[in-house]
């Protein structure tokens, strides 16, 4: 909104000219997500408590979370506004991404607060039921990719790009046939992996910052062509600046608006932060891990780094399996694998303090994301 505003008024005013440029409105969406979500977080705890807005401690699960029984929950509504409004703000609304990674956003957010309400209202751990959840998630990333690939709004290819490899190199095309159902297990699996993650004070959100901070510079080089100005004897030369065919990875045109949406989750991220640090004063609840992993997995999806995501969630990726690896070994065989998954838990179990396993996953996300960012080069 303010993006058109100002466009519109910079022939009137010179220093508005500075709007139209990305990196300013990348760090105007941050600052603004991080603001309200500082300012904010304290009236709508208040508010939770008020309501009776509490997390529901699964009772099978470590004892030292038993303290955490009533803590306020649902505060990932607070982050989808955040991340929603500074991106209606600052982006193009006029650029059909914008529009996606928003509804994508929002739909999954409908799901987890349809969740969290379930939980809240009958004082258990369910919630909605895992195959009822599933097929609406699907059904949503069904409806993502179609729009990839059928609307004339978005020019999208069924390539695959692979990590450590040059577009120039290795670019295949994959069915539609597969490439799809691909696409929505990445949309939906980084949603419920996020989901997973989400356990103890800041784990999940931590990781989440980092994830939306490497998909800013993806998105960012995915699109963006920069303008080089030299003056060689007198005689001034403007050299237009490729990013996406330097680094040699998709060009997707209009992703570089994406980048502002990720600005917004990290700054409203951060903001949340502020509170839900050990000891949490609030809980995202699954409204907010299950919109903010879709809008990971749309990101990887629409910038055709999906394999790459595999090491950029590896936190998300590893809490995952070691559920799935737990469920599988003791249905196949009756014992456990670990002493309680997700493998946050297994660590508890063992005697490590909440706070060392918070920081230390934070620190695992954080040499992850700089291997995928090596990645950009070293092809």
Not at 353 to 364: C, D, G, H, L, N
Not at 367 to 374: F, G, N
Request: with cysteine.
């Amino acid at each position: 909104m303010l993006f058109e505003l100002f466009f519109y008024l910079k022939d009137q005013f010179g220093p508005l000219n500075v709007f139209r440029y990305v990196s300013f409105r990348v760090l105007a969406a941050m600052g603004t997500a991080l603001m309200i979500s500082l300012l904010m977080y304290p009236w709508f705890i208040e508010r939770l408590r008020g309501d009776d807005v509490g997390q529901v401690v699964r009772e099978d699960g470590p004892e030292s979370h038993l303290s955490k029984q009533g803590t306020p929950t649902m505060g990932g509504v607070l982050i989808l506004f955040s991340v929603v409004v500074s991106t209606l703000l600052w982006a193009d609304l006029q650029n059909p991404y914008v529009g996606m990674i928003l509804g994508i956003t929002v739909l999954f957010a409908v799901v987890g607060f349809i969740d969290d309400y379930l939980k809240i209202r009958e004082q258990s751990a369910g919630g909605l039921s895992g195959t009822a959840r599933i097929l609406i998630e699907f059904a949503i990333a069904l409806g993502a990719t179609a729009l990839l690939f059928f609307s004339d709004a978005f020019d999208y290819s069924n390539q695959l790009c692979f990590p450590f490899v040059s577009t120039e190199k290795f670019y295949p095309a994959i069915p539609l046939w597969l490439y799809v159902p691909f696409a929505m297990i990445v949309i939906v699996g980084t949603a419920n992996a996020v989901n997973l993650t989400d356990g103890l004070d800041g784990l999940a959100i931590g990781p989440v910052i980092v994830a939306a901070g490497t998909f800013l510079v993806l998105t960012y080089s995915a699109a963006t062509e920069l303008h080089l100005q030299t003056i060689s004897e007198g005689a001034r030369q403007i050299y237009e600046f490729d990013l996406a065919s330097y680094l040699k990875i998709p060009k997707i045109e209009g992703a570089q608006e994406l980048a502002i949406f990720c600005a917004s989750i990290i700054g409203a991220g951060v903001g949340f932060l502020w509170y839900n640090t050990f000891p949490a004063q609030i809980f995202m609840g699954d409204v907010g891990s299950l919109s903010l992993g879709g809008a990971l997995g749309t990101l990887a999806v629409i910038t055709k780094q999906e394999l790459l995501s595999i090491i950029v969630f590896g936190i998300f990726l590893v809490e995952a399996v070691s559920v799935i690896t737990q469920t599988l070994s003791y249905k196949m065989t009756g014992e456990r694998v670990f002493d309680m998954a997700p493998l946050h838990h297994h660590f508890e179990m063992k005697g490590w303090a909440e706070p060392k396993i918070i920081v230390r996953f934070w620190i695992i996300a954080i040499m992850l994301s700089l291997i995928a960012m090596a990645s950009l080069k070293l092809r």
